[in-house]
């Protein structure tokens, strides 16, 4: 058996991550496609727009995206779908110079949306995943498998270079002793906290 779906995630033989990913993909493109009048609607303003967005669409295109290794292919696949949602909830925007309409660019769009984009968002959620694992006990099995094998020195599978420097992250900070269980650190990020 090449793929098969488990627990609403598609998993391949060759550990890939890209057909999942096109799954959640087509999944959020129903929900896109389910919602696209309200997101057109000029009755709704552009706040309750992007709820609607962040409530309905993004949590079936991310889900179990804590454990995504993503390319840079990957990443861009899911960059355009998130702009392709933002572009209908903004709608076009008159030119001054042409006055004409013309839809927004991407730097526009980021500018417009406040929030983090969507890779930044899978990134946040990996490291919270991540943090969860290495406060597991060691009896646990999901710490043993990645935690455990990785202080080892074990190679475990291709993490892509977020996973490592993730993991790499929380060993130091866990070494040195950040981790007291009071409370989690704050990274600052530019835009905000993760």
Not at 71 to 81: A, D, G, N, S
Not at 130 to 151: D, F, I, P, T
Not at 162 to 174: A, K, S, T, V
Request: charged share 25%.
């Amino acid at each position: 058996m090449e793929e098969f779906k488990y627990l609403g995630t598609t998993l391949t033989n060759q550990n890939s991550i890209a057909e999942e990913i096109k799954s959640r993909l087509r999944s959020g493109n129903a929900c896109y496609h389910l919602v696209q009048n309200p997101l057109s609607s000029r009755l709704l303003s552009k706040n309750l727009k992007i709820k609607i967005y962040r409530t309905i669409i993004l949590p079936v295109v991310l889900y179990g995206c804590e454990t995504w290794s993503l390319t840079l292919r990957e990443e861009r696949k899911l960059r355009v779908f998130e702009n392709m949602v933002l572009r209908r909830i903004f709608g076009p925007m008159r030119d001054k110079v042409t006055v004409e309409w013309r839809r927004l660019h991407n730097e526009e769009l980021n500018d417009l949306y406040s929030s983090p984009n969507i890779v930044r968002v899978i990134k946040s959620r990996r490291m919270r995943w991540a943090g969860y694992v290495a406060h597991m006990g060691e009896e646990r099995g999901v710490y043993s498998v990645c935690w455990k094998n990785w202080r080892e020195g074990e190679h475990w599978g291709d993490l892509g270079v977020d996973g490592w420097i993730i993991l790499g992250w929380i060993y130091r900070m866990w070494d040195v002793g950040v981790w007291t269980g009071l409370g989690w650190p704050r990274i600052e990020t530019g835009g905000g906290c993760l």
